[in-house]
């Protein structure tokens, strides 16, 4: 059973609804490849997921931990005794695989808004003229002959002018990367969401493929760690949005 390790990073994860929790659980613990149990995930057998499961939020620590376990396996083939490494480290070494530009230094937030933003990065590579097009008409960005950098451009300006344009961005890359491993978001997810995530699925798809395949070289725990860290991003996006709108009503 993999042992929780104090993470500060990771604590929010206990005020995040069952309905969210899930899809982080189901990347932890469910192969796409063939829908069954990860050979290598311990989640199913902890005790306290078989004593609340399907009640999430009650067994928030050993989710985390079972994260930090499979951190600890792409970082190292050291033998850990079930004892993971921090959030941060997990994601930082997928932003390492990513080839994403980084402050280690910086907030976890900001790092992992340099991740979804590093994957957007590579998919607009990937579209036609027309797929950017549709893009940006889809995301509301008012752009002429758009190119992949523009719109780099134009994310991170929106993203520091409003919490939910980071939210809305989350929200796109995790639905596409969710559809791209064969993976459903809940139905409210896509409250948010417009055709962005059919132009950009297809190349998110192609983008961790292709890094799914030169990782398989350090193992295969990178296949759990890149979509979970991308779950996670989405769930903390979320988390200080609605904690922002509380704040905005009260006041």
């Given at each position: 059973?993999?042992v929780?390790?104090?993470?500060?990073?990771?604590?929010?994860?206990?005020?995040?609804?069952n309905?969210?929790l899930k899809?982080?659980?189901?990347?932890?613990?469910i192969?796409?490849?063939?829908?069954?149990?990860?050979?290598?995930?311990t989640?199913t057998?902890?005790?306290?997921?078989?004593?609340?499961y399907?009640?999430?939020?009650?067994?928030?620590r050993?989710?985390?931990a079972e994260?930090q376990t499979?951190?600890?396996?792409?970082?190292?083939?050291?033998?850990?005794?079930?004892?993971?490494?921090l959030?941060?480290?997990?994601?930082?070494?997928?932003?390492?695989?990513?080839?994403v530009?980084y402050?280690?230094?910086?907030?976890i937030?900001?790092?992992?808004?340099?991740?979804?933003?590093?994957v957007?990065?590579?998919?607009?590579?990937?579209m036609?003229?027309?797929?950017?097009?549709?893009?940006?008409?889809?995301?509301?960005?008012?752009?002429?002959?758009?190119?992949?950098?523009?719109?780099?451009?134009?994310?991170?300006f929106?993203?520091?002018?409003?919490?939910?344009?980071?939210?809305?961005l989350?929200?796109?890359?995790?639905?596409?990367?969710?559809?791209?491993i064969?993976?459903?978001?809940?139905?409210?997810t896509?409250i948010?969401?417009?055709?962005?995530?059919?132009?950009?699925?297809?190349?998110?798809?192609?983008?961790?493929?292709?890094?799914?395949?030169?990782?398989?070289?350090a193992?295969?725990?990178y296949?759990?760690?890149?979509?979970s860290?991308?779950?996670?991003?989405?769930?903390?996006?979320?988390?200080?949005?609605?904690?922002?709108?509380?704040?905005?009503?009260i006041?």
């Amino acid at each position: 059973m993999a042992v929780y390790r104090s993470d500060p990073n990771l604590v929010f994860l206990k005020e995040c609804i069952n309905e969210d929790l899930k899809l982080l659980v189901d990347v932890l613990t469910i192969d796409p490849k063939d829908k069954c149990t990860r050979y290598t995930e311990t989640l199913t057998n902890d005790s306290e997921y078989l004593k609340h499961y399907p009640n999430h939020k009650a067994y928030w620590r050993s989710i985390a931990a079972e994260l930090q376990t499979y951190g600890g396996n792409s970082i190292s083939n050291i033998l850990r005794l079930n004892k993971g490494v921090l959030y941060r480290e997990v994601l930082t070494d997928v932003c390492d695989k990513m080839k994403v530009n980084y402050n280690k230094n910086a907030t976890i937030e900001l790092i992992e808004m340099n991740l979804l933003m590093k994957v957007i990065e590579d998919s607009l590579k990937e579209m036609s003229e027309d797929e950017l097009n549709q893009f940006v008409c889809d995301m509301g960005m008012k752009l002429t002959n758009p190119t992949p950098q523009l719109i780099i451009m134009g994310l991170q300006f929106a993203i520091k002018q409003s919490g939910f344009a980071a939210y809305q961005l989350a929200t796109t890359v995790l639905a596409s990367v969710l559809q791209s491993i064969g993976l459903t978001a809940p139905f409210s997810t896509y409250i948010l969401l417009t055709q962005a995530i059919k132009v950009i699925s297809g190349p998110i798809a192609m983008v961790l493929t292709s890094a799914w395949l030169v990782n398989d070289i350090a193992g295969p725990a990178y296949r759990v760690t890149i979509p979970s860290c991308i779950v996670v991003a989405y769930l903390r996006q979320k988390y200080l949005y609605e904690q922002n709108q509380k704040e905005i009503g009260i006041n």
